[in-house]
């Protein structure tokens, strides 16, 4: 009997929601955002039952109660709020009410004109117990509620009052409540986590840091939030690939960003020909002044000249030849590459010094990290190394690099990274786009996985995007920065329409950036920037896009047009994205809008404006008429003005 | 770092199934069913991984492995069969297979004609190390293998050999190995837990225990392996209720067998009328000699002159008027029944108390318990009560008898339940039992929760069984017989097609036999027992019916008809019933049978033998055409019978 400490305690509780693999992982929220709980709570019986979230901050020892309301079926709800980085906990309790319980029967038996002369006494001396609980007034009141009930001229009715009712629940005894058996974790990430725009260039192309803030202000202007470098170390020089991955090197041929280490230094190491550590220090501060963040790669693996190699042979493989083990996926080689073996005995000083390397990184400014093929590494790692990072500096945002299975990619969120690279860029078609999206938006997997959507990469030149030029380009961009709250783009050769593959099948870049210096003409006429800028300004100014969670798809009779809305919970933003997935071909059909879920009056008019023209549509009812065109624009962005009244002749939205 | 005693283990193991609320419950098997397990499991990189299941009886400190085999999207599959009553565990183990890595990457190297050199060297490290874990002969020839790889003849594509394959997966390496966190838990029952029919009657209208002896050679030919019987204590006294539940009792009457305890003792008492607890016992053992065995029923409420309310008042409620609380559900008053305080201080010796009443039965021969409305009574009791009771008598079989919200009685049965009662008598269109027995049968519930389907008890009498005489019936019993691999009926009424309710609109027995003796005559020509005899019949002959998992709904064109099959895993035993729904008029319609799952030709000619009636029907491809008439038969009970051979013109058919 000794595992019912209180066998009294006669609520259960279950099936609590959100909760990662029973409890182990911890789901994700950015600061303001609210949890909302759920369990199934019941007891034997027919006892009225009180519940509560109770919930805190790492930070704060004590409790704070959230009340629960039954739904349906058992089920009941009730949410809170982070405000402050970091950790919090939150648990569920429940219990008999009493009082509740003593007042529903009473309530019945009057109904019922029984005498309830005993019932009432009942009554008295839950009240009492309820006054020795409380202090003050309420004790005061409640024993004189208690003398009254006692009397014989009471009412009986006057016992159903609500003030009393409220005061007995403030005061309920909680002696035999159960508490859920498990304290589930949040952790809450700054805004950034959940709300961004990347954009990424190889710094080298642009004449290295000095190069880079020349460019600080241009993006700004466009509406980028985070500025994603290529691992600046040093390059490996020993097997370097030369120019479209050639195994052979020319001279001055500068090499993969992604071999890293040479005589020059490694991981703590910046390469030369970008500049110095005070440079780099020098664009982390004026990025800031433009509101940008500069994000960092951290790629962990070594050219074969890294200085790991030599001195900690130890954390790579050795073969019986004497030579150290170099990446292969047989029968390819990547002779320019030696990997890390996890397996090794000095696994845990590979695993410091892998820690350190963030920590150099964080110590010289740099709070956002995108990790290079995280799913290589040992899965333990990771959830070390971001728990002990993270738990002195909780802003730190790390962005998964996984184009692997779902459940590695989903392990690698759950164990710790911010954000996720994704299958968005293979997702072209209506019901691909829907069925991928709901599953990241609409399940559990929002709980602990935030997609970071990206059209483009310098590994990921799409089928879709070789199709057809500025169009392809364009819908893809409407796409990733309206589907997705946090998404990026591989900056350069997106604006630029770069779509040129180094062989036909490919979806590798000719002549790509990872092993060339470009130059790119940002000013050339069909550039896209224009059209990145209103975009990335429709998302600032329309909080609905900062958010997934409230993505819903709507019905369209043509498989071309995609539709789908985002809405604030006050329903005050609500933004209609229509694009036609077709780059060639105008497409037109009608969409079907859930006017109830809009909390639209179908028998009033309202106004689409639409951000991306300005132009502006009266629409009335469920069904209505889109036309695209992609000589023109290839979607809509449309916010959604309500109809507030009629004056004479003058209509007026909000 | 502590936390990742190995950071070396690589191997990830989640989302590990059947799992029941994180491992907090058991699933449940009968003895010699097979425990299917799966998981999610995948590493960093692209190692070859090795994976089993764990499982071991509760006697046995060691593990068994069973294989698991990858069958898609990281999910793993093995499975092991459950040979003993009591508990067993289960847990997963993973590892990187370093041989099957090497080997499989060999094969791509000799396939692109790759100098594999240093690889064979590499080959035969591994084999060395194996050959350390091995003994004997093992040893020998993985030492020789090594031998062999280093020699510089040796013919690299030999190094693929299988039985090189074979033996160095009998001694693979799993010092690195992960094992997934939880050892879960399977609670193992005999099989009438599983499959058997119920037979419930009371004893007093058969002349008490000495009458049920006599009725035992009819239900043993009828094929009944349960008897049960209503609660067999002294009947209180004070405040019985008289015929049709009346406050009234009138002189003579002989009040309700669930009002327990009188003077003449409690719940380890017999009422003097029924007979002694010699006669008792007899009846046990008479009951044995023909494979019945006897379930008691145990409700655990007190009428008031029960022994327990003068010698433990502190376990109910005392009201300030000084009297004891009574049952009631406002404005409802049940003033014949005293419930338990389950919150009382000394709730440890209420607890054990009531254990012991099961204990005393348990020492008098009785196995099975149907526990009357359990979902009134503390949930922490039972989980407590029926684990202590287990863990020495892992032969009991406990039955709920909860009709409740469906979370209160799947909670009831993962704490412990054997079988439950469940919401079938009130499913009676065809997509009503669809839904319901697919959640039963086809998902988690499965696990844990064992519906006994009974189509009327003395406390229900359903609207459809009102409707008609004889069809509802035969209707009511074709599915529960076969739907339910347990099943049971209130056998006197049921038999004799009883169906006058107490009003209109009501579920309670006019005369209800709750309330009164009643005199059955059995041998009435419109019974139904030569039916039942049938079904119960051909439920021994076909294992395929002594299962629920094996559930299969088919399409049909007409809904008043419901087809489903089950077949043994084998396929060995299939059995199609197509029953018409509707009691009043004839229906005929088609079915679609998916002859790829049941295993057969669309070519070739198949046989469904009517085990109802005998008749045999030739049928070919998927769609068949049914007509059943309620005048005749209301349903179908096929046994496929698959075509052999066609020799000249004799079919034969197994």
Redesign the interface.
């Known amino acids: ?1 000794s ?2 400490l209180s ?4 609520c ?1 509780i ?2 609590v929601a959100p909760e990662i ?3 182990k992982f911890p789901i994700k929220r950015t600061i303001g955002e609210k949890v909302v709980v759920e369990a ?1 709570i ?5 006892d009225v039952i009180s519940a509560v979230v109770k919930f805190r901050n790492e930070k704060n020892p004590g409790w704070t109660d959230a009340p629960m309301k039954f739904f349906e ?2 089920r009941w709800r009730g949410e809170f709020a982070v405000t402050e980085l970091g950790n919090y906990f939150y648990t569920v309790e429940a219990w ?1 009410n009493r009082f509740q319980s003593w007042r ?2 009473l309530k ?2 009057l ?2 004109d ?1 005498n309830v002369f ?1 019932e009432l ?2 009554g ?2 839950i009240m009492e117990e309820a006054a020795a609980r409380a202090a003050g007034a309420d004790a005061d009141t409640l024993r004189d509620w208690a003398k009254e009930l006692r009397g014989k001229k009471f009412a009986a009715a006057r016992a159903l009052d609500k003030a009393l009712a409220g005061l007995m629940n403030r005061h309920a005894g909680r002696k ?1 409540a159960s508490v859920y058996e498990k304290e589930l974790r949040v952790v809450v990430d700054r805004e950034l986590a959940r709300f961004g725009a990347w954009y990424e260039l190889f710094p080298r192309s642009f004449g290295g840091f000095h190069g880079c803030v020349k460019q600080l202000p241009r993006l700004a202007k466009m509406g980028f939030d985070v500025l994603y470098l290529p691992p600046i170390h040093p390059i490996g020089k020993s097997f370097r690939k030369g120019k479209n991955n050639s195994v052979k090197c020319k001279p001055g041929e500068p090499g993969s960003p992604w071999a890293i280490g040479s005589g020059e230094g490694g991981h703590k190491a910046i390469h030369p020909e970008l500049g110095t550590l005070k440079d780099f220090q020098h664009l982390i501060a004026k990025a800031r002044e433009h509101k940008i963040e500069i994000a960092l790669d951290i790629a962990f693996q070594c050219a074969p000249d890294h200085p790991y190699v030599r001195e900690h042979p130890q954390w790579f493989r050795k ?3 004497g ?1 150290i083990q170099y990446a ?4 390819k080689k990547y002779q320019d590459i030696v990997p890390f073996d ?3 005995d000095d ?2 000083n590979l ?1 410091r010094e892998l820690k350190s390397v963030f920590e150099f990184w964080i110590s010289h400014g740099i709070k956002i990290f995108r990790v290079d093929n995280p ?7 990771w ?2 190394c971001i728990g002990e990072l993270k738990a002195g500096n909780p802003e730190l945002i790390f962005l998964s690099e996984a184009f692997t ?4 990619m989903y ?1 690698l969120a759950k164990l710790g990274f911010t954000q996720s690279y994704n299958y968005f860029p293979w997702r072209n078609s209506k019901d691909e786009l829907e069925s991928y999206l709901i599953s990241l938006t609409q399940t559990d997997v929002a709980e602990f996985f935030r997609p970071n959507l990206w059209p483009n990469t310098p590994d990921i030149l799409t089928q879709f995007l070789q199709m057809d030029g500025p169009a392809a380009f364009s819908i893809r961009l409407a796409l990733a920065a309206t589907l997705g709250a946090s998404y990026g783009i591989y900056g350069p050769a997106f604006e630029l329409c770069e779509n040129t593959p180094r062989e036909q099948g490919s979806e590798e870049y000719l002549n790509s950036e990872k092993y060339e210096i470009k130059h790119w003409n940002l000013s050339a006429p069909h550039s896209l920037d224009a059209l990145i800028t209103r975009v990335n300004g429709i998302r600032r100014d329309n909080p609905a896009l900062q958010s997934n969670r409230n993505l819903i798809f709507h019905h369209t009779d043509n498989p071309e047009l995609i539709a789908y809305t985002k809405s604030t919970d006050d329903k005050s933003n609500t933004v209609l994205v229509v694009v036609n997935l077709n780059p060639h071909y105008k497409h037109s059909g009608w969409i079907d809008l859930p006017l109830d879920e809009l909390e639209l009056d179908r028998q009033k008019t309202f106004q689409m404006h639409d951000l991306l023209t300005d132009a502006r549509y009266l629409w009335r009812g469920s069904h209505n008429y889109i036309e695209l065109n992609p000589a023109f624009s290839s979607a809509h962005i449309f916010r959604l003005r309500r109809h507030v009244r009629t004056e004479h002749d003058f209509d007026y939205f909000m």
């Open positions: 009997m595992k019912n066998g009294r305690s006669r259960i279950e099936n693999d029973g409890g199934d019941f007891a034997d019986g027919h079926d058992d008999i529903a029967d019945k038996k109904d019922a029984q005993v006494l009942v008295a001396d035999l073969r019986p030849d030579t292969e996926n047989p029968p996890f397996e090794c696994w845990e695993w799913h290589t590494k040992t899965f333990g790692f959830e070390w299975r779902p459940k590695p392990r």
